[in-house]
């Protein structure tokens, strides 16, 4: 009955998500089967189209879907964050399964048929339209159905992206470890695969298949003209936020996206994107206008350029380069959430370990967790490893950031690379380790915009400013914890802070 409850008090968003979802998969399948036909009734004219055709859509198909978004983002016109590179990637994946049917069904039509309708002194034209494809339409239509409940599941992954759809739920739940939330993505994504099925599969037993196909092209054209015109305007005139995919970046997107609504700007909310490069190329395209980053990930991870040892140098550094790249860095947020390696309490006392080089003596038995990021990062793993001279016994075990405390508290892992600033810390009797040899930078908060969005958003700097030095790192633990520890919702939590301290009424 909570379930229940939880999602009658999140209705209005789940609706929209549900609808956003649904979208994603009408026009990706509708497209999908506007350029999957005629290919594969050209592939049957011309045979020789077929192995590498079938060859090239098969290939797409063995592309996990988060590299698929991934190879696609840098992409002109395709790519960017959001719905075109989700449209993208879904009609590549729906292809395969309509070329492979429609080619099939017209191959399979009976040649005693084909050439009665020749001997009756029909075209080509003639004989496809009135011999060969009502003959295949079972089949092509089969073939459409898959493609259509294939995309309800991969458009889940969308979220990642900032595509938005039922999806959101999904990576907002597992980043918080709220099963509810994980649930009330999976379930209605579920019934909406169903549905799918089952609505497609009426199609194809129709008495007239054609008919009913051509009813439900119809309806999702203007579905999806009437959505499309809806958004338009709005996208225009919003301030497009964007976070990444972790408990505080989404609390800090949903702080900076309500403060901003609080003084008159409409917002566009593309949060929990999948890392730092995701958010820092949607700047630079103009897919973002704002997100908040960390000036030891700007310095390192994305300028790739040596830490100083000056720690107060990381800040004006980084300002000087974005400012080359046509971004501004605005005044930290009062917080330093400097990467953290974390034990259990009861490990901390008996080994025991109090910094980082501590760790040393044991490393060869220690398991460690992290999110995947870090083993590519160039303030991550490899130079973590040859600063403190650790040699690990077993690989590290990667997996998401929301998980990270689970597998510590269920000792899965023994030691994880978490935040300075995480809310189970303290909860949970955990200990962080001293970094004694001053291996992380410092990481201050410090939103980050572009000069082409204050353009386009007189007042936007001014707005952002407010927030300044407004959130010290005892506060954003607590935020951290409400969200991650007492499974609050992320936008009432930034809500009741942003009141709290007098930003918003």
Known sequence: MSFFAFLAARRAELLALAAQHLVLVAAS??????IGLPLGIAMTRLRRLAR?????????????????????????????????????????YAL????QNTYAGIAQVDRVVVEAATALGMTDGQRLRLVELPLALPVILAGVRIAAVVSVGTATIAAAIGAGGLGTYVFRGIAT??????????????????????????????????RAAALLAASLVATLGLALFAARPARERAVVVGSKNFTEQVLLGEMVARLLESRGFAVERKLNLGGTNLCHQGLLSGELDVYVEYTGTALADILARPVPPDPARVLPEVRER???LGLDVLDPLGFDNTYALVVRGDDAQRLPLRRISDLAPHAATLRVGLFGEFLERPDGMKGLLRTYGLRLGSPPSEMDL?????????????VVV???????????QLVVLEDDRHYFPPYDAVPITSRQAEERHPGLRAALATLAGRVD??????????????????????RDFLRAAGLTN
């Open 29 to 34: 399948t509708a497209a999908a089967v506007a």
């Open 52 to 92: 590498p055709l079938l060859a090239v859509a098969g290939l797409v198909q063995t592309i996990p879907s988060l590299a698929l978004f991934g190879f696609l983002i840098p992409l002109p016109l395709l790519g960017g964050i959001g719905t075109r590179t989700a449209l993208t990637a879904l009609i590549l």
């Open 96 to 99: 395969l399964p309509i070329l």
């Open 177 to 210: 470890v709220d099963t509810r939330l994980i649930l009330a993505g999976a379930i209605p994504a579920a019934l909406m695969a169903l549905a799918v099925d089952a609505l497609l599969g009426a199609v194809e037993r129709s008495r007239r298949p054609f």
């Open 322 to 324: 974005y400012a080359a």
């Open 402 to 414: 929301g998980l990270l405390y689970t597998a510590l508290l269920d000792r899965q892992v023994d």
């Open 418 to 428: 978490g935040s300075a600033t995480d809310g189970l810390i303290a909860a949970r």
């Open 473 to 494: 790192a005892a506060t954003m633990r607590r935020l951290n914890y409400a969200v991650d520890g007492e499974h609050h919702d992320p936008p009432a939590v930034a």
